[in-house]
């Protein structure tokens, strides 16, 4: 629902830096707890004057502060909260002892106040509420990956004898085999060696959209050797929406921001979307929706009324469309046209005998595009990003255009780069459909928070200033 598997797709900075956070207002809230129950008892844990006036205040900021100036220090580069996490509590429990020692410093010869003898057992409480914290982390992020919140699907391309050392190797939980592409076998021999490997086996000549579709792919992993043509399968790749990185086996070692620990990559084409970044997307697309839904629930109450009167139900229109990484889903719609028989596919034109008497009015004025924003509470879409179109009309410009498919590196949104640029309404026009999917490859290149902001606030323009269908 909230896409947390697009958070953390390319790197766990997001989580490491949450991780921190927690650790150290666990360290505060573990000072402010003893310097009230030191003397007095838990009716009064909610004296904040007790904490203020008693000798562990200056101390506590200096500590939790120096905590965490050490930690992003340490831990900035990290990006794989596996390797973070090797021997963490080693790692914190030196960085809360430094950080102890510095503040103790600090109160003694220039503040010139006494530590009190219960240090002793504050410091055994510390160490104690650390390890807890940590655990509780790790727990946390285990719980995110079993139950496929942050897990990576992924697409193994290479030859055979890589793709099984791939396989039987020990692998990172959050790391998915769902399926792979054997490039030095043929069909009969693939038949043969199936029942070697865990995961189901497929060759280029198939649909690969399909594939990247049914399997929930997230990732396509190029296994790099000697025996791979790079240049050849990346040009069949490139097309695809979902992340593409390349896995050197040729060089291994042990050191930080590896693959499984040991392999070198590099991130051929990855989709900006992923991170904080990301999370503050997903936050603002939630509370607009709500909001926006909550002020146009009125004339979405109307208009539906006037749709039943004019021709009884249903009132919403259901359609399959194509989303983040080619994954379909049922986009929602205001009915505007009359319930009668007629090839789904064809898009609405200008003066169209299908259309109902309030459906113009709707369409013109997008109202019918209103009940997008549970689409958007769902995760399906965002507010902002590429229109999604029709998973036929999807299939169809795809064989026209190389690029057309990385629309679908980002949520689909109801407003888009595109669209504040006039590039509304039908697409039966191919060059039409080019420069839209220009205006689309351009948004997901360049894209920030400000950038959406800037496509919100011209929308609202544009839907009085370019009337369209």
């Given at each position: ?50 904490y ?7 101390f ?6 120096i ?26 429990f ?37 390890f ?45 085999y ?10 009969n ?69 590896l ?43 109307l208009?539906s ?17 194509t ?70 009309h ?20 109801l407003t ?54």
């Open positions: 629902m909230f896409r947390l598997e697009k958070v953390f797709q390319n790197d766990d900075k997001f989580f490491i830096f949450n991780s921190n956070l927690i650790k150290c207002l666990s360290i505060f809230i573990m000072f402010y707890l003893f310097s009230i129950l030191e003397k007095n008892s838990i009716y009064e844990v909610f004296n904040y004057k007790i203020r006036d008693s000798d562990y205040f200056i506590s900021i200096l500590s939790v502060l905590f965490y100036l050490l930690s992003v220090i340490l831990f900035k580069s990290h990006k794989n909260f596996f390797y973070y996490n090797n021997n963490i509590i080693k790692k914190d030196g960085c809360l002892l430094i950080s102890l020692l510095i503040s103790i410093l600090i109160l003694k010869f220039y503040i010139n106040k006494n530590i009190n003898t219960n240090f002793i057992v504050l410091i055994f409480f510390l160490f104690i509420n650390l807890f914290f940590q655990k509780l982390i790790n727990k946390s992020y285990s719980f995110l990956v079993k139950k496929n919140f942050i897990q990576k699907n992924i697409l193994l391309i290479g030859s055979y004898e890589n793709i099984k050392k791939v396989l039987n190797e020990k692998k990172n939980e959050i790391y998915i769902k399926c792979c592409i054997i490039i030095d076998k043929n069909k021999e693939i038949k043969k060696i199936r029942t070697d490997l865990r995961v189901p086996i497929f060759n280029f000549d198939e649909d690969i959209r399909s594939l990247l579709e049914y399997h929930s792919l997230g990732q396509i992993w190029i296994l790099k050797d000697n025996k791979l043509n790079l240049e050849k399968t990346l040009n069949i790749v490139i097309k695809y929406s979902v992340d593409i990185i390349i896995l050197n086996l040729l060089k291994v070692e042990k050191n930080s921001n693959i499984n620990s040991k392999y070198h990559f590099e991130n051929y084409e990855i989709s900006k979307f992923y991170g904080i970044n990301l999370l503050l997307k997903i936050i603002l697309d939630k509370i607009l929706s709500l909001f926006f839904l909550f002020i146009t629930s009125p004339l979405l109450l208009s009324v006037l749709i039943y009167f004019e021709d009884g139900f249903p009132i919403f229109f259901t359609q399959d469309r989303g983040w990484d080619g994954r379909r889903f049922k986009i929602y719609k205001l009915r505007t046209l009359k319930n009668i028989k007629f090839i789904k596919t064809d898009q609405v034109t200008k003066g169209d005998s299908r259309l109902l008497t309030i459906g113009k009015f709707l369409r013109k004025f997008s109202i019918d595009e209103l009940p997008q924003f549970l689409n958007v509470l769902k995760g399906d879409m965002s507010i902002v990003g590429p229109r999604p179109h029709m998973v036929q999807d299939i169809y410009y795809s064989n026209l255009f190389n690029q057309f498919l990385k629309r679908n590196k980002a949520n689909p949104g888009g780069w595109a669209q504040v640029h006039g590039l509304r309404g039908p697409t039966n026009d191919f060059k039409l459909m080019e420069r839209r999917m220009e205006y689309d490859l351009w948004y997901l290149n360049n894209w920030s928070i400000f950038l959406d902001l800037r496509i919100i606030l011209k929308t609202f323009v544009i839907i009085f200033k370019h009337k369209g269908v």
